[in-house]
């Protein structure tokens, strides 16, 4: 599809079980940033790649929270030993570079039991 | 510290009014990037606007329209005779130097017929 592509769309987890979450970006978008969503809030700024560098992840909650980019393209965000306060929708956003517009996947919902 | 603040939840008007959903950013950086999405009940955001710092023209797109004005740090948006197809939630959203970008807690629009 053209569109960003998030999966699991859906995904529940007992506390202290490991997650990971994929992103599909745009094909040919360098960018890719992933947000967090609690409900009723806005989206908050986890990380951010450019190609395959790591140039911002000062928005990770704690160091359970790790993601990746390897070849510049997908994108895994990881979180280790869930707790409960991580339950939220996960959003992957990619975008051709510099403050370009976003375009944003459907999101993981992720519900930490 | 919150960087873009919008100060409305919640809004809701009779389908035909006309609304304002205000925005205001904080920054220091003489280059930056306001945006905004919409993000309807199906929860994907949707990309509506980007104006960059030195143009502060006004913009205007069918029902649509933007006010930016930098003497008062706002970036206001305005939908003209509201149709319920219009209801979701918005953000405002700023990006400055770095890539990352960071969005308002959101204003939720409900348009009843």
């Known amino acids: 599809g053209a569109g960003v592509s998030q999966s699991p769309r859906y995904k529940v987890a007992k506390r202290g079980q490991d997650v990971a979450l994929r992103c599909d970006p745009i094909s040919g978008h360098v960018s890719l940033f992933w947000y967090q969503q609690a409900l009723g809030q806005g989206p908050e700024f986890l990380t951010y790649f450019q190609n395959e560098a790591q140039l911002d992840k000062s928005g990770l909650p704690s160091d359970r929270f790790f993601a990746e980019r390897p070849e510049g393209s997908v994108s895994t965000l990881k979180i280790q030993r869930t707790q409960q306060e991580d339950s939220a929708v996960y959003l992957c956003?990619?975008?051709?570079?510099?403050?370009?517009?976003?375009?944003f996947g459907n999101g993981t919902r992720l519900t930490v039991t | 510290a919150q960087k873009v603040t919008q100060a409305q939840t919640e809004i809701s008007v009779v389908e035909k009014e006309d609304v304002t959903l205000d925005c205001v950013y904080e920054?220091?950086?003489?280059?930056?990037?306001l945006f905004w999405y919409k993000q309807p009940p199906s929860g994907e955001l949707v990309f509506l606007i980007r104006?960059?710092?030195?143009?502060?023209q006004n913009e205007i797109s069918g029902r649509y329209s933007w006010n930016f004005q930098k003497s008062t740090s706002s970036f206001n948006f305005t939908i003209t005779a509201s149709q319920v197809v219009d209801s979701a939630v918005y953000f405002c959203?700023?990006?400055?130097?770095?890539?990352?970008?960071?969005f308002g807690a959101g204003t939720r629009l409900t348009v009843k017929p």
């Open positions: 959203a700023l990006s400055e130097g770095k890539d990352d970008m960071r």
């Open positions: 920054t220091r950086d003489t280059t930056y990037y």
């Open positions: 104006r960059n710092s030195f143009d502060e």
């Open positions: 956003a990619s975008s051709l570079g510099r403050s370009s517009p976003l375009h």
